[in-house]
């Protein structure tokens, strides 16, 4: 069975789009622990981060530079911070999270709950940056 984040490549879900080339894709985290989280997949469904070809992860990380500066233009922030954690969904992805402190970053803090609407102004805002 298809994993979550491949029904969001295949679009037979949808989410908040920030970027996306022919091998990876970036897109909202839709429990997000600051505005501006995003998430960033290969397109190619692999559990394990470790388990991704040195070709495709080195792709993967040039891309989440790309979307960081992104991110940090459109939620000015100390840093972009980067977490893999990998153990909610079974597909390989990469957090990149709006940093002013290192609490921000804390995954055990309660998420935010945002309306489909601040999530799609939220991308917007990361897309035109």
């Known amino acids: 069975m298809a994993s979550l984040f491949t029904k969001i490549i295949n679009r037979e879900i949808p989410a908040h789009i920030v970027a996306e080339n022919d091998n990876c894709l ?31 992860l080195a792709e993967l990380m040039s891309f989440s530079k790309q979307v960081a500066a992104k991110i940090k233009v459109a939620f000015p922030c100390k840093k972009v911070g980067i977490s893999v954690v990998g153990l909610e969904v079974p597909h390989a992805h990469i957090h990149l999270i709006p940093l002013n402190n290192i609490s921000d970053m804390d995954f055990s803090k309660p998420k935010l709950q945002l309306s489909n609407e601040e999530l ?10």
């Open 26 to 56: 970036a897109f909202l985290d839709i429990m997000p622990l600051t505005k501006g989280h995003v998430l960033i997949i290969p397109k190619k469904e692999i559990d394990y981060i470790f388990d991704v070809d040195d070709r495709l």
């Open 120 to 129: 799609a102004l939220i991308a917007r805002k990361i897309k035109e940056a």
